[in-house]
């Protein structure tokens, strides 16, 4: 059931990536994006899979004597895997926060708890090379440099269980690809979650821009002879210079 999910995530249909497409850049997409360009780079270059190398020569490591030549030289060779495996993922990364960070005015994202998802060891592999804390943090910065706003979404927002026509949460387990709801709904997790984080998204961006409307209300206009003052100031400040 799982390898089921995960190919319709990494395999979205034609209208499901349309969608996503003019979404405000929810991040749950965003990974999946991710970990489907590497897939799609990982088959094109037609090499052997990082990770099954990674362990055959970890193996091959651990059978040296620590110290010796032989161990050293097997050090190199494990470590020229895990170099291309950090430099893909990070290449992937930038492609990404930078596409998301220079297209889209507002992004939604989620504040997971990676550390409790870690824990799960099935996933705990695929979760680490996703590298989200590094995707927040790139797209952060990179957002505030192109003048876009990076809308984080309470980590206990049910984003997932919720049904996205009327509300409801439903109690799903992680092995539950699909939500049905008694209104009628049955649409796949992501997708379903995609929708609710994109609404709570816009309403915190508009409950945000309330609050500096009415603090910028109450905010008392300065009078003609303040205006004065400030520009006898500045006039003889500037007379201070030759």
Same mark, same amino acid.
């Given at each position: ?22 979404? %405000?850049?929810?991040?749950?997409? &965003?990974? $999946?994006? *991710? ?26 490591? /651990?059978?040296?004597?620590?110290? /010796? =030549? ?8 494990? =470590? ?26 507002? !992004?939604? !994202?989620? @504040? ?7 824990? $799960? ?5 695929? +979760? ?15 957002? =505030? ?19 996205? @026509? ?14 049905? %709801?008694? %209104? ?8 379903? &979650?995609? +929708?609710?984080?994109?609404?709570? *998204? ?20 300065? /009078? ?11 006039? @003889? ?6």
């Amino acid at each position: 059931m799982i390898v089921r999910v995960r190919k319709i995530r990494l395999d979205p249909t034609a209208e499901r990536a349309r969608y996503f497409a003019r979404a %405000c850049g929810v991040a749950r997409f &965003a990974y $999946n994006w *991710a970990l489907a360009e590497w897939t799609r780079q990982h088959k094109e270059d037609g090499k052997p899979n990082e990770h099954k190398c990674i362990v055959r020569l970890s193996r091959s490591m /651990s059978r040296r004597q620590k110290g /010796s =030549a032989n161990w050293a030289k097997a050090k190199a060779r494990l =470590a020229r895997p895990h170099l291309r495996v950090a430099n893909v993922r990070k290449d992937a990364l930038h492609k990404l926060t930078t596409t998301l960070a220079t297209n889209y005015p507002a !992004i939604g !994202i989620e @504040d997971l708890n990676v550390r409790g998802m870690l824990k $799960n060891g099935k996933l705990a592999r695929a +979760i680490a090379d996703a590298g989200f804390f590094e995707f927040r943090r790139q797209l952060e910065y990179k957002a =505030a440099m192109a003048g876009a706003q990076v809308i984080v979404i309470e980590r206990f927002y049910p984003g997932s269980k919720m049904s996205s @026509d009327c509300g409801v949460i439903h109690a799903l387990m992680l092995s539950d690809g699909v939500v049905e %709801c008694g %209104c009628g709904l049955k649409m796949d997790r992501d997708p379903n &979650a995609t +929708i609710n984080i994109r609404r709570q *998204a816009l309403a915190q961006q508009s409950a945000e821009r309330k609050v500096l409307a009415d603090a910028s209300a109450t905010v008392k206009p300065a /009078s003609e002879a303040e205006n004065a003052r400030f520009a006898k100031r500045c006039a @003889d400040y500037l007379l201070t210079f030759p």
